[in-house]
Nanobody, 122 residues
Framework: QVQLVESGGGLVQVGGSLSLSCAAS????MGWFRQAPGKEREFVGG????????YVVDSVKGRFDISRDNAKNAVDLQMNSLKPEDTGVYYC???????????????????WGQGTQVTVSS
């Protein structure tokens, strides 16, 4: 059973920064998703098992960065220049089937964290 524990959410003002961390019970390709109130969960970005490849969606490119510490089996999402539209519950997810993939669909991930709230106030 894969366990994912997220931390680091909170309240921040527009233009501020937050760093989210996801501690996993193993090393996997990982993704970050978010869900705003009343909206579907959407892909934010991901990283391969080795950490050699990362990807973020255009709406956060240049502001968000994904990295991992393989010694700790942790994946971080650094969020800068935050906007009100970045508000939502952020989830990390593990893809245990393909270590080389950065999946953009929810169905490509087997395990999910509990989610952490990020609120950007204007």
């Amino acid at each position: 059973q894969v366990q994912l524990v997220e931390s680091g959410g909170g309240l921040v003002q527009v233009g501020g920064s937050l760093s989210l961390s996801c501690a996993a019970s193993g090393r996997y390709a990982m993704g970050w998703f978010r869900q705003a109130p009343g909206k579907e969960r959407e892909f934010v970005g991901g990283i391969t098992r080795s950490g050699g490849t990362t990807y973020v969606v255009d709406s956060v490119k240049g502001r968000f960065d994904i990295s991992r510490d393989n010694a700790k089996n942790a994946v971080d999402l650094q969020m800068n220049s935050l906007k009100p539209e970045d508000t939502g519950v952020y989830y990390c997810a593990a893809n245990t089937r393909n270590p080389y993939a950065i999946g953009r669909q929810l169905s490509e991930y087997d395990y999910w964290g509990q989610g952490t709230q990020v609120t950007v106030s204007s």
